[in-house]
């Protein structure tokens, strides 16, 4: 009974998110693009809890759907871009090739699928305290330098919304 | 973790897959920075899956360190969006043709 609840509530939230990504490109209006990504990302945040990975779910929410989708939706009112662009005009090709590379991606991809994991699935809780003690022991590095690549986007971006064309 | 891990696998290349394509067939800029967000939330997912059927944490690191990075990198983008619609009054990208020889 448990098996088949958790079943029906990872098909719930993963036909959200593939029908809020569907949405994400399809729509025409850019604030609705942006609005269906959020939508995409509670689904996965969702889907995320599902997982036991309370922490990465949370700063799903709080920092991709919270910070960089805001920042997004400032970006794209300041611009008031007006009347939205047709979205459907694009060279034929570009339609073709879009839908061959999804089609053979997604044949790889169920083709490595489909000879199933090797080991049956063991559980982890991916809690706030074990995820810190793991990010502060082994991957000290790799947090220290997200620290100086954070500094230096930050300048970048400073620079370049200072700088200006010359007339 | 119940429902199967192809199942995750799945969902996770399926949201890949249209992420591809709402970069290929968008003519706005901002579009496809959209559609890069989506690639980016569908490897999150397929970590956080094998990071969960593997029953280590090192797959949830590394989302954390995706998420860092997306968000930088659309800061960036979002920076030169900026400067690209300062130059050409459109976001158009088929019309944007200074790198082209």
């Not at chain 1, 990504?37 to 945040?45: E, N, R």
């Not at chain 1, 995820?131 to 991957?139: A, H, P, R, T, W």
């Not at chain 2, 290349?13 to 959209?34: H, P, Q, S, T």
């Not at chain 2, 967000?37 to 989302?63: I, K, P, T, W, Y």
Request: aromatic share 10%; hydrophobic share 65%; glycine share 8%.
């Amino acid at each position: 009974m448990r098996r088949l609840m958790e079943r029906v509530v990872f098909l719930f939230f993963a036909g959200l998110m593939l029908v809020g990504a569907i949405s994400v490109i399809l729509a025409r209006n850019p604030v609705y693009s942006v609005l269906c990504l959020v939508l995409t990302m509670f689904a996965i945040s969702g889907l995320f809890v599902l997982l036991h990975a309370y922490f990465i779910a949370v700063i799903q929410l709080v920092v991709y759907a919270g910070a960089v989708l805001v920042l997004f939706l400032f970006v794209l009112m300041l611009l008031d871009l007006g009347k939205p662009l047709p979205v459907f005009v694009r060279p034929w090709p570009l339609w073709l090739g879009a839908g061959l590379a999804g089609l053979g991606f997604l044949a790889a991809l169920v083709q490595v699928i489909s000879r199933g994991p090797a080991t049956a699935s063991r559980s982890v809780e991916g809690t706030t305290a074990a995820i810190g003690k793991l990010l502060f022991s082994q991957y000290l590095v790799p947090f220290e330098v997200t620290s100086l690549l954070l500094l230096a986007a930050i300048i970048g971006a400073v620079v370049l919304a200072k700088s200006r064309w010359p007339a | 973790m119940s429902a199967p891990l192809s199942w995750y696998l799945i969902a996770s290349g399926c949201l890949f897959v249209i992420g591809l394509a709402g970069m290929m067939i968008r003519r706005n800029a901002l579009m496809i920075l959209l559609g890069i967000e989506l690639l980016l939330n569908a490897s999150n997912l397929s970590f956080v899956a094998m990071s969960a059927h593997r029953g280590d944490l090192h797959g949830q690191v590394v989302v954390f360190f995706i998420i860092t990075v997306a968000a930088l990198e659309v800061g960036i983008g979002l920076a030169i969006i900026l400067l690209l619609h300062r130059l050409y009054r459109h976001l158009n990208v088929d019309e944007m043709r200074l790198l082209k020889w």
